[in-house]
């Protein structure tokens, strides 16, 4: 029985008073036959009352900031009281629908003519805990996403294996002696091929990695590794 809980879901309360105290919600998508990528993100710095939403859709020729397709970050804006961090609904377009507590969600978008995203994520398993104990904590989940997004008036299908995560814990703005490097993958074939290792080579790594084949979860391996390649990083992911 999973350790976590219909809370997790929720915004958590702060396990302390550090003004650095995190909360995160991501969902991943990805149109492979296009290589753009999806990833909409929210942090909640519960402690000072503000949140950071922002949207980025990359793709080839297009991997920084200034020349993505399209990017939009909101810093500083004003924590909704009693925010809740899966269902939510903010005046500036950013939008989370929880479908069902710890497996299925709706995740919206709108910026004028721009774009507008419309995603529905649904899991193909239950969310994975790391070092879930003492009010800090972090979750992974696969999922399949599909949905649409309308960029610069291009309607683009999107159907594919794609991950959520949350984490609640400081994150501090300064350097830090560990880093950790996030690789993912998801196959609908039954065998994982291969292990993934993750880090970086300026430090040390922390963590475990793991992968999917659905509708399976298996642990593969927990240790550090190095070279975290560039295309990972920048979001290229092979199906």
Excluded at 39 to 67: A, Y
Aim: one cysteine or more.
């Amino acid at each position: 029985m999973s350790i976590l809980t219909k809370a997790d879901d929720l915004t958590h309360p702060p396990a302390n008073d550090d003004p650095y105290w995190t909360e995160t919600v991501w969902f991943g998508a990805n149109v492979p036959e296009r290589r753009l990528g999806v990833n909409f993100f929210m942090l909640l710095r519960t402690n000072l009352g503000i949140m950071v939403p922002s949207l980025f859709v990359w793709g080839p020729g297009g991997e920084e900031i200034w020349s993505m397709p399209y990017q939009r970050t909101l810093w500083h804006g004003l924590m909704p009281k009693d925010h809740d961090a899966t269902n939510f609904k903010l005046p500036s377009g950013f939008e989370v629908e929880r479908v069902n507590w710890l497996d299925e969600y709706r995740v919206r978008f709108e910026d004028s003519d721009r774009i507008k995203l419309n995603l529905h994520f649904k899991s193909l398993s239950p969310p994975v805990p790391y070092g879930v104990k003492n009010g800090y904590g972090h979750l992974d989940q696969y999922g399949h996403v599909t949905g649409e997004i309308v960029l610069d008036g291009e309607h683009i299908s999107v159907d594919c294996l794609d991950m959520r995560d949350r984490t609640w814990s400081p994150r501090r703005e300064t350097s830090q002696t560990a880093r950790i490097g996030y690789t993912y993958g998801a196959s609908s074939q039954p065998r994982v091929s291969r292990s993934l290792r993750n880090g970086t080579t300026r430090s040390p790594t922390t963590g475990s990695c793991w992968a999917i084949c659905s509708p399976r979860t298996a642990m593969l391996s927990s240790a550090g590794g190095r070279d975290l390649s560039i295309a990972t990083m920048r979001g290229v992911r092979s199906a």
